[in-house]
């Protein structure tokens, strides 16, 4: 069977850091794109980065610069550096397989799930 396991979430203070890390089991998904989203009470699950298996890498404008996302093929994992919380980043955090490089929800197969990112003000 097929799982995404997310971990690395936490409670920090706006400014402060954290890594979530992504390891999929069951498969390898080195030849998949992989793309985290993010879902706030009561908001519907949108698009926060993504990367192609070539390493190609696509952000959504409010993380521009505060984020990078990463894989390491060999280890199977896929990484978020999320640096300059924002109390407004505050959020449950999936990780998703897919077959192409995506900021739609619907193009990706596989999903973890989810670890929660809370920031304080």
């Known amino acids: 069977q097929v799982q995404l396991v997310e971990s690395g979430g936490g409670l920090v203070q706006a400014g402060g850091s954290l890594r979530l890390s992504c390891a999929p089991s069951?498969?390898?998904?080195?030849?998949?794109?992989m793309g985290w989203f993010r879902q706030a009470p009561g908001k519907e699950r949108e698009f926060v980065a993504a990367?192609?298996?070539?390493?190609?890498?696509y952000y959504t404008d409010s993380v521009k610069g505060r984020f990078t996302i990463s894989r390491d093929n060999a280890e199977n994992t896929v990484y978020l550096q999320m640096n300059s919380l924002k109390p407004e980043d505050t959020a449950v955090y999936y990780c998703?397989?897919?077959?192409?490089?995506?900021?739609?929800?619907?193009?990706?197969?596989?999903w973890g799930q989810g670890t929660q990112v809370t920031v304080s003000s």
């Open positions: 998703a397989a897919g077959g192409r490089l995506s900021y739609r929800v619907s193009q990706y197969d596989y």
């Open positions: 990367i192609s298996w070539s390493g190609g890498t």
């Open positions: 069951g498969r390898t998904f080195s030849t998949y794109a």
